[in-house]
């Protein structure tokens, strides 16, 4: 097996489907999953924080990871995120992840605990070393206060299963930092919606999108026009869905794009709690900027049902 695969493109990080008793629901999330892949996607993750991760028990994400398995039919790669707050817990995730055939996995270095740098980089390798699969390490300093620094994923460069890097600081200057520290020994993903123009203008090879999953294939379009160099038609793609980008950058993305799938069509609102669903002017918001973007949705790349 290839330890590094050329990861490039779309991969939602998907939401999991509830029943209103707040059991997984397996059906809505295969459908969902199955109107991403023929919208054009080109890989997943399942359970990452847009999927509730900190909601589901170990069990419950190897029961999502094989939902999505079986959904993609080996269409498009399907990675699972490894949140758990010990490296003794994610090694256990991970082992019933390989028994399962995942593709490989989005990591993230510290839960809770806010590791060191060197900390945070043992953790990293023993993951890899438990998967022997491709990883790509979440790097989200701004939610878990953890930061992998360029100079510390130069370090890791001599680890072979780490495959990508999915960066979220919110500063743009890292990309180009990473860059100029690591080459291209990493296939560099941009985690944050709306820096998805300025992350691919600069050279990211896919972003980890989230409201992607309600439009997978305008998401896919904007990626398209930017590695064609067609940077002039992507740019109003781009402003016409950065209002709704907006709303993946907020403590309640989950609440916000699930709205957004009720109100686009493509899924439901249910959730577990202590999450509850949007109310009031917050709800009114929501639904105000997913009204004007459908009122004005360029048809020449809308997704299909």
């Not at 097996?1 to 998907?14: E, K, S």
């Not at 064609?228 to 869905?241: D, K, R, S």
Request: charged residues 25%.
């Amino acid at each position: 097996m290839n330890p590094q695969p050329r990861w490039q493109g779309i991969f939602p990080a998907i939401t999991t489907k509830f029943h209103t008793d707040e059991s997984i629901d397996a059906e809505g999330t295969a459908r969902h999953i199955d109107f991403q892949i023929r919208n054009g996607i080109h890989g997943l993750v399942t359970c990452g924080s847009l999927g509730e991760a900190s909601t589901l028990s170990l069990e419950e994400k190897l029961q999502v990871a094989k939902i999505a398995l079986e959904a993609a039919d080996g269409r498009v790669p399907v990675l699972a995120n490894v949140s758990e707050t010990s490296t003794r817990e994610a090694l256990r995730y991970i082992d019933g992840a390989n028994k399962l055939g995942v593709a490989g996995y989005m990591v993230m270095p510290s839960v809770i605990y806010v590791a060191d740098a060197r900390e945070a980089m043992a953790n990293v390798r023993a993951m890899a070393a438990a998967a022997q699969r491709p990883l790509m390490v979440y790097n989200n300093p701004v939610a878990y206060r953890v930061d992998l620094k360029p100079e510390h994923m130069l370090e890791l460069a001599d680890c072979e299963w780490i495959a990508a890097i999915k960066e979220s600081t919110g500063d743009i200057r890292r990309i180009t930092d990473l860059r100029n520290t690591v080459g291209n020994r990493y296939q560099l993903f941009l985690g944050v919606d709306d820096l998805a123009y300025e992350g691919l203008a600069l050279g990211c090879d896919g972003l980890l999108a989230g409201v992607g999953c309600a439009f997978p294939r305008e998401t896919v379009a904007l990626y398209d026009l930017m590695k064609a160099g067609n940077f002039a038609e992507a740019l109003p793609l781009y402003q016409w869905m950065t209002p709704m980008l907006h709303l993946d950058v907020s403590n309640k993305l989950v609440q916000n794009l699930k709205l957004i799938d009720v109100l686009v069509g493509v899924g439901t609102e249910h959730m577990r709690r202590p999450r509850l669903p949007l109310v009031g002017e917050e709800r009114a918001f929501v639904e105000r900027v997913v009204r004007q973007a459908l009122e004005t949705r360029p048809t020449k790349y809308q997704s299909v049902a």
